[in-house]
């Protein structure tokens, strides 16, 4: 369930995607293969692309090319006196296509290049959705804390 949260906007969101992560996963337990890996690796990549199925089926990704992406500048100190709830309550306000880009990059840990194939999307417009979901936390960030 914390899986899909990060990438669901609520909690019946979340368990719709669970419940239709578990139906694959027991259709699919038969593919398992222990030496490839863990059933807890196996099961969260089922939930991950079923959280991504569910946003590209409810989102418009646009193409959008930068060459560069502006990092924009996050006070650390800001963040450090919000608390992880408030934060992730946040991302989940950011536009749905933002919000998968974020969580797979800055949360799960993903490439951009690894993104834009999940996603079916160019690294570049990956990059331009990181960079506005980083664009969009501060401001609300700041906004919370002045």
Do not use: C
């Not at 419940?19 to 059933?39: E, L, Q």
């Not at 933002?98 to 570049?124: C, M, P, R, W």
């Amino acid at each position: 369930m914390a899986i899909a949260m990060r990438y669901a906007t609520d909690e019946h969101e979340a368990a719709d995607i669970i419940g239709h992560a578990f139906v694959k996963m027991f259709r699919s337990i038969n593919s398992y293969d222990a030496t490839k890996g863990n059933f807890h690796g196996w099961l969260k990549r089922i939930i991950i692309n079923e959280s991504l199925d569910h946003i590209k089926q409810r989102s418009r990704f646009t193409s959008l090319e930068l060459d560069t992406v502006e990092e924009p500048f996050v006070n650390n100190s800001i963040i450090e006196k919000t608390d992880a709830a408030a934060i992730l309550q946040l991302v989940r306000q950011l536009p749905r296509a933002t919000h998968a880009v974020f969580v797979l990059y800055a949360i799960d840990g993903y490439t951009h290049k690894e993104i834009a194939t999940q996603l079916n999307i160019s690294e570049g417009t990956s990059k331009w959705h990181l960079s506005e979901a980083r664009k969009i936390l501060q401001q609300k960030i700041t906004a919370i804390k002045t």
